[in-house]
Each structure stands twice: as structure tokens, then as C-alpha cells.
């Protein structure tokens, strides 16, 4: 059964720190795309960052630039997402998904990814 697990997700001041992981388990994540996603309150879900199959490309949304940053383990088949100067709008429900890696890039582009994770709360507040 092909699964992504989100974790590390929580409770933090504006200012802080979280590290999100995104494990797969039945199949390798070596010939796939990641992407990370989020979903506000009342929002619709929308693109964070991304990361190529062999990690030589990421993308990231204006919003987080300079903040977030992904990376991924394939040894470990888990991709991170490192979330640093957190702001309240950054809380959200985030979710990895994985998109099979057809060409050299990826695109932060929800319908191009075929498996998803479930989700992991994330909240800014004081």
C-alpha cells in the first residue's frame, strides 16, 4: 500500500522553529517529485515548496522564501520540510504528496501529484 506520513507538525511562537517530515512506506520516493501544501482555515490549499526526484531542484512560494526549506533523504525515503521565522499565516494543515518524476524539475502544481499524505497541524500563535 503506497502511504505518505506527515509528522513534526504543532504548537509554536511567531519567531520559531518546526521541521515537518514526510515518510513513504510501500514504494521509494528515489523516482518521485515532492511537494509540500498547505491549507489554511477557510482557504483553499495551496502550494509551499518543492524538491526534484534526485533533490538538484527546489521551488519554493514568495511567501516562504528565505524561511522554509526542503530537503529529502532517500536513503531514509523522507522528505523535510525546515520551517524557520514562523508567522501566524503560516498556520495551516500541511501535506506532502508525491508526483512521478517524468522529467528533471518539479512544479508546485497540486493536480500533478498523485499520492498525499494526511496531513499534519501546524499552528503560529502566541
Known amino acids: 500500500q503506497l502511504q505518505l506520513v506527515e509528522s513534526g507538525g504543532g504548537l509554536v511562537q511567531p519567531g520559531g522553529s518546526l521541521r515537518l517530515s514526510c515518510a513513504a512506506s510501500?514504494?521509494?520516493?528515489?523516482?518521485?517529485?515532492i511537494g509540500w501544501f498547505r491549507q489554511a482555515p477557510g482557504k483553499e490549499r495551496e502550494g509551499v515548496s518543492c524538491?526534484?526526484?534526485?533533490?538538484?531542484?527546489?521551488n519554493y512560494v514568495d511567501s516562504v522564501k528565505g524561511r522554509f526549506t526542503i530537503s529529502r533523504d532517500n536513503a531514509k525515503n523522507t522528505v523535510y520540510l525546515q520551517m524557520n521565522s514562523l508567522k501566524p499565516e503560516d498556520t495551516a494543515v500541511y501535506y506532502c504528496?508525491?508526483?512521478?518524476?517524468?522529467?528533471?524539475?518539479?512544479?508546485?502544481?497540486?493536480?500533478?501529484?498523485?499520492?498525499w499524505g494526511q496531513g499534519t497541524q501546524v499552528t503560529v500563535s502566541s
Open positions: 504528496a508525491a508526483d512521478f518524476a517524468l522529467g528533471p524539475m518539479c512544479v508546485i502544481r497540486q493536480g500533478l501529484y498523485n499520492y
Open positions: 524538491i526534484s526526484s534526485r533533490g538538484g531542484t527546489t
Open positions: 510501500g514504494f521509494t520516493l528515489d523516482y518521485y517529485h
